[in-house]
């Protein structure tokens, strides 16, 4: 097996994939997006729950199908997400996104990202990308509805 | 051994035969992630011989004018290539010259049929097209199985002309359910589309039974031959079918060029799709007269090269010879049946024991996604596809959101089986087949 693959499939993500971290929608979510990938039928919904009167995320709930990489992405970002403002979680989805386009030159910062910074190996799979993302452009989406309904 | 067994044995390829086949594409001897590529991917497009290249390459070279026009040397050697061509299919398909209309592909051969009829179905094309015309009350009928380019033009002409849309469903075994073939056309049925072979089972369906149904009831009969006419020898006058389509890409032939063929009657019938250049006989600002087909479906210069490439892939077909290539490809499909079936956790979709298939499978790896599983095969040189295959209905029938297609052709062999097969039954391993 190419180290490219070994680093794509790596066990953290493997593993994520398996047990998902935030798994199952709850009533009372702040905001949410429901996202697909019409090329492979992947989809997820994520909901941000935000403290009442603040701008912190309290945590993160998903559902969804698809491939492993989608899957883990999802986990690995809930996981990430808890107890950010929404400004520091949008500005660390610029980050996961810079690093997922630069077709390998870019190693996402572990220190900022954490374990989602084990995604970095998609980014030498272009067509995978979006898989990683999915979850990504959920929130950002989810974050903007937010902020228009706090207006 | 039974006379059928031993004609097949054969009627196999000997080694040097494959390999003298193979010698023919160039893009066969890539490697890819450091291994030699095994292209299993030829159900969506098939790679090129050099003799459809070379036939491109030819005609840009010696013969380039645009046809059906100008006077000029070159315009009358452009034009006798392109109608050679169109004779070649013709021949290939069982047709009359007349009766072949060129496409940009399958789909928009389709679309054809389905935007023609609706224009007949708004009083164009006169008393000849008011036949044709179908409206609230009638009935078009397609099966569940249906790519997504043999489904959405019916339900848009439906929608359009306030028809309603019908389906035969298929059993679990990916069969047609034969019951609902009587029940489902009947006598409201004005058009029954239906694809040939299946690009998701590998099936070939009972073309034979459906067309006679739908003779019985007075429907027009559409058929979707992207997965036969590569692979099978196609006699659509013994088929007895009203239309046909397919498409050149995946059958040896360039991109950008298809067929569909159609009853000469029925052609003539017909008012145009599109309209334009070319295809009129006399015009005046206010309304224009058409030419009879073929020539009243290709409005604007044709896809003059891609028909010739076309023709040239025809004639490797042909040279090689179209029971040969059933034969080698069901031998495959078969082995790839039998071995994909004996991996734990692996389930082929639509397994009927004895059925006719081509050499195409499409499989779900319980737990693991097909993403995964064609990145896993990707990393060794081999091509597969994931995903819906343009199929979504069917898939979510069968209980599945995507599954993972190999697809063989003539220039495929035994030991990329063996190794597609190693390659699944490891990725079930290194992903952990859930059950």
Sequence with gaps: MSSELQALYQELILDHSRHPQGFGLAPDATASSHQVNPTCGDEVTLQLHVEPGSDIVTRVTWEGHGCAISQASASLFTEMAGSLTLDDLSSRIELFRTAMRSRGAIEPDEEILGDAAALGGVSKYIARVKCAMLAWVAAEHAIAQVRVDAR | ?435
């Design chain 2, 1 to 435: 051994m039974t006379d059928t067994a031993a004609t097949t044995q054969a009627n196999a390829f000997s080694d040097a035969e494959l390999a003298a086949i193979r010698a023919d594409f160039p893009i066969l001897s890539t490697v890819v992630n450091d291994s030699p590529l095994i292209y299993l991917d030829s159900g969506a497009t098939s790679q090129k011989p050099v003799q459809v290249l070379d036939a491109e390459r030819s005609f840009y070279e010696h013969d380039n004018a645009a046809v059906h026009r100008g006077a000029h040397m070159l315009a009358a050697l452009a034009t006798e290539t392109f109608e050679d061509a169109r004779a070649t299919v013709a021949r290939f398909v069982g047709a009359h010259d007349d009766e072949i209309v060129w496409t940009s592909n399958a789909t928009e051969g389709i679309n054809l049929v389905a935007y023609a009829i609706s224009n007949a179905s708004l009083g164009r094309g006169g008393d000849a097209a008011r036949a044709l015309a179908i409206g609230p009350g009638d009935e078009i009928v397609v099966t569940e199985m249906e790519h997504h380019a043999n489904l959405l033009p019916w339900q848009e002409l439906a929608a359009r002309t306030g028809a309603t849309l019908r389906f035969i469903p298929i059993l679990d075994d990916g069969s047609l359910d034969p019951q609902s073939i009587d029940a489902v056309i009947g006598e409201r049925t004005r058009v029954l589309a239906f694809t040939h072979v299946s690009n998701v089972l590998g099936i070939v369906n009972p073309v034979a039974d459906l067309v006679a149904r739908a003779k019985a009831v007075g429907a027009l009969t559409v058929l979707d031959a992207c997965q036969s006419a590569p692979h099978l020898a196609l006699d659509l006058a013994a088929l007895d079918v009203d239309f046909a389509v397919f498409s050149g890409h995946k059958m040896l032939g360039p991109t950008g060029i298809g067929v569909l063929y159609g009853r000469s009657r029925l052609l003539n019938a017909l008012p145009p799709f599109l309209t334009g250049g070319s295809m009129i006989t006399t015009v005046t600002m206010q309304s224009a007269e058409y030419l009879p087909a073929p020539q009243r479906f290709e409005a604007g210069t044709q896809r003059i090269s891609q028909a010739v490439g076309l023709a040239a892939a025809i004639r490797y077909l042909e040279g090689v010879g179209l029971q040969r290539i059933a034969d080698h490809e069901s031998k495959l499909g078969e082995k790839l049946v039998a071995g994909l079936s004996s991996i734990a956790g692996v389930r082929v979709l639509g397994q009927q024991a004895g059925a006719h298939r081509v050499g195409l499978a499409s499989f779900d790896v319980a737990g693991v996604h097909s993403h995964d599983v064609g990145q896993f095969l990707d990393d060794r040189g081999i091509a597969v596809r994931v995903g819906h295959h343009c199929a979504q209905p069917l898939h979510r029938r069968l209980g599945v959101t995507s599954s993972t297609r190999a697809s063989a052709y003539l220039y495929s062999t035994e030991a990329e089986i063996d190794l597609l097969l190693a390659g699944v039954a490891d990725a079930t391993t290194f992903f952990g087949v859930r059950s």
